[in-house]
């Protein structure tokens, strides 16, 4: 927008306007308001839209025929209240303005918020003073616990996970940004989120998966399509309906090079290549950040335009042994390999380099782990305390100058090695105020999961202690400065409120669910077909789909999941595209859904009664494992709880939790005699296929779908055109002997057909796929 530089002299016109006269010029005004409900919407021709509370406080100041919003009450238009002017000059201006509990409050992020808040369980709150149930409220009124970090904290990044709906979410939004709109300087709320279009949530950080939006692919899902092209589209969709729910941060994508197939978090990235990953970001980032046409305010950021988050820095997929760092057992990093500059490749050539205006994704996030032996120091603390990870490198040698903010929980004391909660890797010794105090003093601006300003503030009085007031002074509003701007570069400032008509419009509507649908159906791998028993195009055709075994695991919060057999799909949506039979002999061919490998975390309390260090393999395969071919003394290890260094878990032997849905292919091989076996996978990682491959005459695997996409492609009604966006192990001695931080170094399992199941291999009806997409990045 055209900046003016004119000098302003200022004069109170009503109660409701106040009126700026430049030079002693007045000019006809070209605004008008339309009440909208809670807000009051302010539309002028040529300049830019505006929505207030009236309750707030808020009125609106007049210069030159147009309106502005004077957010912190003084009379006079402040520069950041400009939207005439550039968005680092708003920042800046705001920034010098802040007082210290101000920019404390700018630095904490909530923790998870479910919308209504539940009375216990994952991030529960109380409405005045009473369980939601018992309240009388609304589910998009605000809790007792976001009243209080909202206005005592001054927090204004708010986490967002499950949502009672759209309309609610859009409500709840415009609550929030009319109650954070009345205090202090006016700073609206960031709201954000993390990845919430596949098909069902399973752990922390995807907590708000499922419910009524488009449903996508994981992101190793969309890594499977090899289309940078679709994911920018999946981009642009996702931006459109996360604004719609108020939605302005996306705590993603996860560019983490999967370079270790063990690690529960693979499910989450695109996969273990560099060139693929970084290019899939890169769109990703492009199709989130950019706002075209009149949505644009400037430099592509606008009123479409989602903050990215782009994680975790310096890449998380190194886990020793595949264990994650969400748990004290798999705090480490190792890199064998001495691979560290290919896994800053998707954040130095993608995120940071986009193809778009934004050119650079507007925040990132260190992962909780210790990248053992990187610091030449000789540190060996978690990415979120360490300087040299934070300013050596991602400042100062690669010009990062966006928004740095911590994983969830990292200053939280650590109570166990095996229990869950506390990510103080490294330093574990230190109280919660100065692990605050080393995180800003890496170079981090925010921290994550974190709604108390108090400990911050004594953070800031060691600042000042140490390095003295003016210099202190100048860091904190540098962060200030950085963590301002995602709010001007969305429009925030100038309206932060949602038409919650317009949001159920747009929020899961035909085009994207269908758009969505499709892009499932692409993301599917076959990897067998022999003697082209796919597709069967016959409606009249009997299938037999047998009983699963849902197997109880612990899952990702430590909860057991329930025991129980039942079909894995409905078999009505079977019935649309075959006849449904009971009996095998009966069928034509068989249609076997499983699930990939569940094992466990990588670490045992039982082996620790047993005289053990806790610590046990993590197995790829259905089959017990034994792990002979481990290393016999770790890489990394240690912590305070811990009287020894050594993890290594080499000659320990664990159990997979759904061996039965080895058994299933199996048994279901023994009864369709020479009839067709068709084999539904749906696997988060890499894992090994030799167990079962023979038994199967055609092998689809997801990597996270609906089962209706399945059907679609045995059905014939789609071709297959997924491609590996990893390697299949040929068994766990490779998996084992690789290097935890290079990518592609597996023996890949090759199948009866003579095809390896190695990265980028995938067929369709005419065979093995080589299209460019093939040539690009094999």
């Known amino acids: 927008m055209k900046k003016m530089q004119n000098r302003m002299t200022y004069a109170v016109l009503s109660a409701g306007v106040i009126a700026l006269a430049l030079s002693g010029c007045s000019s006809a005004q070209k605004w008008q308001e339309e009440p909208k409900g809670i807000y009051t919407l302010v539309k002028q021709e040529g300049g830019a839209t505006l929505g207030y509370a009236p309750q707030s406080g808020v009125k609106l100041i007049e210069d030159n025929g147009y309106a502005f919003k004077d957010l912190n009450r003084n009379g006079k238009l402040d520069k950041y209240e400009d939207w005439r002017l550039g968005f680092e000059e708003r920042a800046r201006d705001l920034a010098a303005q802040l007082s210290d509990e101000e920019i404390a409050g700018l630095m904490l992020y909530s923790a998870h918020q479910q919308i209504p808040s539940l009375q216990d369980g994952y991030g529960p709150s109380t409405y005045n003073g009473k369980p939601f149930a018992e309240s009388g409220a609304k589910a998009s009124d605000l809790s007792d616990a976001q009243k209080k970090f909202l206005k005592d904290d001054n927090l204004r990044a708010v986490l967002i996970t499950k949502v009672e709906s759209p309309a609610v979410a859009a409500e709840w939004s415009n609550n929030v940004q009319a109650y954070v709109e009345g205090l202090g300087h006016g700073i609206p709320a960031n709201n954000s989120s993390d990845p919430r279009h596949e098909t069902t949530a399973t752990a922390e950080y995807n907590y708000g998966a499922g419910g009524e939006i488009s449903q996508w692919p994981t992101s190793l899902g969309l890594a499977a399509t090899f289309s940078p092209e679709l994911v920018k589209n999946f981009g642009k969709i996702a931006a459109k309906e996360y604004r719609a729910l108020g939605i302005t941060t996306a705590l993603s994508p996860q560019v983490d090079l999967a370079s270790e197939p063990r690690w529960m978090r693979f499910t989450g990235t695109f996969g273990g290549d560099p060139k693929l990953t970084t290019d899939l970001g890169r769109a990703y980032i492009d199709g989130f950040q950019t706002s075209e046409g009149e949505a644009e305010i400037a430099d592509g950021w606008g009123y479409e335009s989602v903050v990215t988050m782009v994680k975790h820095w310096p890449s998380g997929g190194p886990e020793e042994g595949g264990r994650d760092a969400h748990y004290n057992f798999g705090k480490y990093s190792v890199y064998p390999g001495n691979n560290l500059k290919t896994h800053l490749l998707p954040f130095t050539e993608g995120a940071f380099k986009l193809d778009g205006p934004t050119h650079c994704a507007g925040a990132v996030m260190p992962y909780y782990t210790i990248s053992y032996g990187i610091d030449p120091s000789g540190k060996n603390v978690g990415n979120n305390f360490s300087k040299y990870i934070i300013t050596d490198l991602l400042r100062d040698k690669y010009g990062y100058d966006g928004i740095v903010c911590t994983d969830w929980g990292v200053t939280n004391d650590n109570k166990s090695v095996g229990g869950f909660g506390g990510m103080c890797w490294g330093v574990e010794t230190l109280s919660v105020v100065d692990r605050h105090y080393l995180i800003l003093k890496a170079g981090v601006d925010q921290f994550g999961g974190n709604n108390d300003k108090g400990p911050v503030l004594e953070a800031f009085q060691k600042g000042v202690e140490e390095f003295g007031k003016e210099a202190w002074e100048k860091r904190i509003r540098e962060s200030a400065r950085r963590l301002l701007m995602p709010m001007f570069r969305t429009g925030l400032f100038e309206n932060p409120y949602l038409d919650v008509e317009k949001t159920k419009e747009i929020v899961g509507n035909k085009d994207f669910m269908r758009q969505g649908y499709e892009a499932q159906v692409k993301s599917l791998v076959m990897l067998k077909n022999k003697q082209n028993v796919l597709p069967v195009k016959d409606a009249k055709k009997k299938v037999y789909v047998p009983k699963r075994h849902f197997p109880s695991y612990v899952e990702f919060f430590g909860n057991a999941t329930k025991d129980y057999y039942d079909y894995p799909i409905n078999l009505d949506l079977v019935r649309k595209y075959y006849q449904v039979v009971d009996k095998p002999e009966e069928a034509d061919f068989a249609l076997v859904f499983i699930l990939g490998p569940i094992t466990g975390t990588g670490y045992d309390m039982n082996d620790c009664k047993k005289g053990g260090n806790g610590y046990v393999p993590i197995s790829l395969q259905y089959n017990d494992y034994t792990a002979t071919e481990a290393r016999a003394v770790s890489i990394a290890g240690g912590d305070v709880k811990e009287s020894f260094t050594n993890r290594s878990y080499k000659g320990k032997t664990v159990k997979t939790a759904n061996k039965d849905d080895l058994l299933l292919v199996l048994n279901t091989r023994k009864q369709m005699h020479d009839k067709p076996v068709i084999v539904a996978l749906t696997a988060t990682r890499p894992m090994v296929m030799g167990e079962f491959e023979k038994a199967a ?77 093939v040539q690009k990045y094999k």
């Open 697 to 773: 005459d055609a092998i689809i695997m997801s990597f996270g779908t609906s089962n209706e996409a399945f059907l679609d492609i045995v059905s014939g009604k789609a071709e297959p055109s997924g491609l590996l966006p990893c390697q299949l192990p040929i068994n766990m001695e490779t998996v084992e002997k690789q290097k935890e931080d290079v990518p592609r170094d597996m023996i890949p399992y090759v199948d009866s057909e003579g095809h390896a199941y190695d990265f980028a291999f995938g067929m369709n009806w005419k065979g093995v796929i080589n299209d460019e997409r």
